[in-house]
């Protein structure tokens, strides 16, 4: 009897505290997991408007860039935590080590020989209203053309006066 009452209460402690993942905005990327209790969440009425910088290299070029996941955490939690749409705006500036994770998947394959894992996530963010730009400075320094760029990501003159300007606009770093 003592192991029954010990499993039943595992069970029941285990079924309380699953871990449900959910995708509110960007689906299969970026998961949060539902929480069983009562949290402090933003305030829906606010505007906000976030700037996610990424630099750094990876280098295993056949899995998903790190930080594209990890944006997408950033906008499906605002989204789970009540922040309607309409007051959620977001944009991603991708430089130096980063900027080869635009690259469409003919380029992607001439250099990396293989596809572009990143390009499905890329398709959502723009779903979602997501701006994506990449560093034309980035861009030059490691030999890339505009036309091996993926459809939808914006290239600006330099990482410096792309987030400049976005924080001149009202945009804050998340960093």
Same mark, same amino acid.
């Given at each position: 009897?003592?192991?029954?009452?010990?499993?039943?209460?595992?069970?029941?402690?285990?079924?309380? /505290?699953?871990?449900?993942? $959910? /995708?509110?905005?960007?689906?299969?990327?970026? @998961?949060?997991?539902?929480?069983? *209790?009562e949290v402090i969440n %933003? +305030? %829906?009425?606010?505007? *906000?408007?976030?700037?996610?910088? =990424?630099?750094?290299?990876?280098? +295993?070029? !056949?899995?998903?860039?790190?930080?594209?996941?990890?944006? =997408?955490?950033?906008?499906? =939690?605002?989204?789970?935590?009540?922040? %309607?749409?309409?007051? @959620?705006?977001?944009? $991603?500036?991708?430089?130096?080590?980063?900027?080869?994770?635009?690259?469409?998947?003919?380029?992607?394959?001439?250099?990396?020989?293989? +596809?572009?894992?990143?390009?499905?996530? /890329?398709?959502? @963010?723009?779903?979602?209203? $997501? +701006?994506?730009? $990449?560093c034309g400075q980035s861009?030059?320094?490691?030999?890339? #053309? %505009?036309?091996?760029?993926?459809?939808?990501?914006?290239?600006?003159?330099?990482?410096?006066?792309? !987030?400049?300007? #976005?924080? =001149?606009?009202?945009?804050?770093?998340? /960093?």
């Amino acid at each position: 009897m003592k192991y029954l009452s010990l499993f039943f209460f595992l069970f029941i402690s285990h079924s309380i /505290f699953a871990q449900q993942k $959910v /995708f509110p905005v960007i689906q299969d990327y970026g @998961f949060i997991i539902e929480m069983p *209790f009562e949290v402090i969440n %933003p +305030d %829906p009425n606010l505007d *906000f408007k976030l700037l996610a910088e =990424a630099y750094q290299g990876q280098e +295993d070029k !056949s899995e998903l860039y790190g930080m594209l996941d990890y944006f =997408a955490r950033v906008i499906n =939690a605002h989204a789970y935590a009540g922040v %309607p749409d309409e007051k @959620f705006n977001m944009a $991603v500036v991708l430089f130096s080590g980063s900027a080869y994770t635009v690259l469409n998947n003919e380029e992607y394959n001439k250099r990396f020989g293989m +596809d572009n894992p990143n390009l499905e996530l /890329f398709q959502r @963010f723009q779903e979602a209203g $997501v +701006d994506v730009f $990449v560093c034309g400075q980035s861009m030059m320094k490691q030999n890339i #053309l %505009p036309e091996n760029i993926t459809e939808g990501i914006k290239i600006g003159s330099s990482r410096i006066t792309i !987030s400049s300007e #976005l924080m =001149a606009r009202g945009y804050i770093s998340i /960093f």
